[in-house]
């Protein structure tokens, strides 16, 4: 069955540092989504994104936050620089339509 | 006000027990999914129904959905310690590109 699969599966970053996270949607699938999940808490919408724009974004979604499609295949969602609080598991997700979500198994990042 | 709230936040039941959750939410919805999480791992899609539809099955799982009083349960018949683990409603909203809004979530323990 296809994967949506992320990388790294952990990440620990200095405060300040710059991180960019990885995402290989599945081939097919044309929305793309970045989720976010602080420990203990539910899971946050970040941002959509379809034919090679942002389609919604939420208020987590500031300008530390980027994503980009750099070739047909990977999907990257860029922290410029990070602070404590963006420490949380972040799970990318693409769909072929509307309905159909497949989420990655997730990047745990740590900021310290 | 939240949307997909869940209840309750935490069942403890005995193996071949039935488990029943319960979802809220407070807007007009395309679907509603089930999805399930075992302790910092990823999100496992169980069942989407859309909001033209009653009740869906699938397996030991069997979910409702109430458009009227904007609410769903999820149903996990002769449960099984394997079935511990977190269970989140989401929410794809009308129109939009089909972001989804997360409940807090259920924690189930089954014990053998």
């Known amino acids: 069955e296809p994967e949506v699969t992320q990388t790294p599966s952990h990440q620990v970053t200095q405060m300040g540092q710059e991180v960019i996270l990885r995402c290989v949607p599945i081939?097919?699938?044309?929305?793309f989504y970045w989720y976010r999940q602080i420990l203990g808490q539910k899971v946050e919408f970040l941002v959509s994104f379809y034919n090679n724009e942002i389609s919604e974004k939420s208020e987590i979604f500031d300008d530390q936050f980027s994503v980009e499609r750099p070739d047909g295949s990977n999907f990257t969602l860029k922290i410029r620089s990070t602070k404590l609080e963006d420490s949380a598991m972040y799970f990318c997700?693409?769909?072929?339509?509307?309905?159909?979500?497949?989420f990655g198994s997730g990047t745990r990042l740590t900021v310290v | 006000s939240q949307q997909g709230e869940e209840d309750p936040q935490a069942l403890s039941i005995q193996e071949g027990e039935n488990a029943t959750m319960n979802c809220s939410y407070k807007t007009s919805i395309n679907n509603l999914q089930w999805y399930r999480q075992n302790s910092g791992r990823g999100l496992v899609h169980l069942i989407l129904i859309r909001s033209n539809e009653r009740e869906k099955h699938s397996g030991r799982l069997r979910v409702t959905l109430d458009t009227s009083k904007k609410s769903s349960s999820l149903l996990i018949t002769a449960s099984r310690a394997a079935d511990t683990a977190s269970y989140f409603c989401?929410?794809?909203?009308?129109?939009?590109?089909?972001?989804?809004?997360f409940g807090a979530g259920t924690r189930l323990a089954v014990h053998p």
């Open positions: 997700a693409s769909t072929p339509s509307v309905v159909g979500y497949t």
């Open positions: 989401a929410t794809a909203l009308s129109g939009g590109y089909n972001k989804l809004i």
């Open positions: 081939s097919n699938h044309l929305y």
